[in-house]
């Protein structure tokens, strides 16, 4: 994305998403509780460090360098849903619900 997006038409946000299983936690089965822990990642202009691109003339040209990164690579990716441990990125756009949104 290269321009903010304007709340009264949606909102735009990036979570590092975490699934393990509680050792103390029982669901109804009896079973151990899956448990979801949600870090929001920050989002801002790419900038020339944000985008790992070659060509210096295209990054001007296109305006690469204004659109949105992950302000830092501190995420990770792990396992599959069926794992033990499962991270993964979520990116969420929602439209804007409700008396404040723009019509």
């Known amino acids: 994305m290269n321009t903010k997006i304007d709340p009264r038409i949606a909102t735009f946000e990036v979570n590092e998403v975490y699934y393990t299983f509680s050792k103390t936690e029982k669901d109804e089965r009896g ?28 990054i001007d040209k296109f305006n690469i360098d204004q659109l949105s990164c992950l ?28 008396p404040t949104c723009k019509s």
């Open 31 to 58: 079973e151990p509780k899956r448990v979801k822990t949600k870090r929001p990642l920050e989002i801002s202009a790419c900038g020339q460090k944000g985008f790992n691109y070659p060509v210096e003339d295209e």
């Open 71 to 98: 302000k830092y690579k501190d995420y990770s990716l792990q396992g599959d849903f069926f794992s033990d441990e499962f991270k993964f990125v979520e990116i969420l756009f929602r439209k804007c619900m409700g």
